[in-house]
């Protein structure tokens, strides 16, 4: 068993809670949030009791892909503010006990980072050579059929340099060539930079790419991504007391100790989205989403924190940016909206690893309806309707898989009460409204005492202050079972026994002997419990934890 002493990394008994800027916090009327706004709200953050932020990337950026396409890693973006609000969100927060964990996006930058500019003007600049250029293919088209995430070829040509460039993402992002120490030189001059000023870390961005072999089609999890990651670790990391999570969409439970392996010297841990991709149709993706399956759900999340048992740790989450709203996938946002936001919340925050909340998911915001393509802001969702299009897809069966998966879901405003624009903006905001505004938002949740809030509060003040929870072991149980989501946690002859009913409908669930516990009710949603044996009947989205002596070390 690991880290049961006291003496753990801070990010162990923390949570993390997602900002995205341009959403969060409007401070000057011109409908794009910005820092200053975010300063406003850190009471909010600190009444949550949330350890640290991750920021999603403020820095200067055309905001192609929303800030994933950085222009000058060393700038803050006009519509977000200045590198004087930066330092000033990092002492502000810090003054709450609050890290800021930064948006690092470098396995690509912006087409307009001086770099690139540079890179185009002069083939001879020492820029040119940190992107990835390819003579045309025979045909005189790309170098190889390899398409960008976005839609389209991955390779764009120059035609004054009659090559063509690399990107794994918009033509706008063009990819950085890691293969060039003095690009990967100049990348960790910068990490250091932003490190010196008083961050708490990095979520790197797609990071799982930069080890590609463009000209081999190997993209994710290439030849060269372990060295790169372990001299960056090196040139960065090293004796600082930095969070480090690396955004990994091609991870699986037999390369995830490549990256956060104790004796590995990379990151201390990864996202995995075993439990996002298991939803998408295996050819049509994510648009063509898959219905809710609870023993596909537990069967990923429990496989993880069995993967990660004795060695590396788990980055727990079901939101952020680029997925729907948590409520509207998992749970139910009508009726039982309310009870089922902290069901799904019961059922992360108690596993082993380190919880991340997406703003508005303390208040179990919801997806959004789109109806006319106009209401789109996100390349991802533009680019692909204009595929679709091409190809003759009806408008309502596009319309069907954007409403259900596609990114703007998660990006319209916080919803802070129940002024117009939900009091995110007294201007024109740069995307719409949620309409359910009035009724959902963090001045009505945090009027209510059993509000989503105060169930948020509660589960983060768990993990602070109970040892059980940030480090007892994980122990599955009811595994095939179709409603009822259940697991242990166990520390030194205690137990932690967390039931969650994720359905709808009520449901009598026969308790296995291993999770059998009597003692103090930690956490619920419907109404205390202080036993779990027997039959228990569980009521529509019921969740509780209850702890008592137990487990393998216990009397029980
Ligand atoms: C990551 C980001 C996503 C972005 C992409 C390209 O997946 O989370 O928002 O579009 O990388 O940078
Ligand atoms: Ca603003």
Sequence with gaps: ??????????????????????????????????????????????????????????????????????????????????????????????????????????????????????????????????????????????????????????????????????????????????????????IHEMMNWWLDRGIGGFRLDVIDLIGKDPDASVFAEGPDLHPFLREMHDAAFRGRDTLTVGETWSVTPETALLYCGRDRDELDMVFQFEHVTAFHHPERGKWDPLPFDLPVFKRALFLWQEALRDDGWNALFLSNHDLPRQVSRYGDDGEWRVRSAKALATAIHLLRGTPFV??????????????????????????????????????????????????????????????????????????????????????????????????????????????????????AHAEGHPQVMAYARELDGERLSVVVNLCAQPVSFRVPKGLEVEGESLSANVTPRTQVRGTLGLAPYEAFAVMGPGGESGPG
Aim: charged share 25%; proline share 8%; glycine share 10%.
């Design 1 to 186: 068993m690991t880290g049961a002493g006291q003496d753990v990394p801070w990010w162990q008994k923390a949570v993390g809670y997602q900002i995205y800027p341009r959403s969060f916090q409007d401070s000057n009327g011109d409908g794009i949030g910005d820092i200053p706004g975010i300063i406003a709200r850190l009471d909010h953050l600190a009444d949550l009791g949330v350890g640290f932020v991750w920021l999603s990337p403020v820095y200067a950026s055309p905001q192609v892909d929303m800030g994933y396409d950085i222009s000058d890693y060393r700038a803050i973006d006009p519509a977000y503010g200045t590198l004087d609000d930066m330092d000033r969100l990092i002492v502000e927060a810090g003054a709450r006990g609050i890290r800021i964990v930064m948006d690092l996006v470098v396995n690509h930058c912006s087409d307009r980072h001086d770099w690139f500019l540079k890179a185009v003007a002069d083939p001879s600049a020492p820029e040119h050579d940190y992107f990835i250029w390819r003579d045309p293919g025979p045909d005189g088209g790309p170098p190889t059929d390899a398409r960008s995430v976005f839609g389209g070829p991955a390779w764009t040509l120059v035609p004054e340099l009659g090559r063509y460039y690399f990107h794994q993402f918009a033509p706008g992002q063009p990819d950085l060539d890691w293969q060039n120490p003095d690009l990967r030189a100049a």
């Design 358 to 475: 997406y703003q508005g998911e303390e208040i179990g915001m919801t997806n959004t309806r789109f109806t006319d393509p106009d209401e789109f802001r996100d390349i991802e969702a533009i680019g692909h309707w204009a595929e679709a299009r091409a190809r003759g897809e009806e408008l309502e069966d596009f319309l069907t898989g954007v409403n259900a998966n596609g990114r703007d879901n998660a990006r319209t405003p916080m919803q802070w009460s129940d002024a117009p624009n939900g009091g995110f903006t007294t201007g024109r905001p740069w995307i719409g409204v949620n309409p359910n505004h009035a009724e959902i938002n963090v001045a009505a949740d945090r009027a209510d005492p059993d509000g989503v809030v105060a169930h948020y509060r509660r589960l983060i003040g768990l993990r602070r202050d109970r040892r059980i929870v940030s480090h007892g072991q994980f122990v």
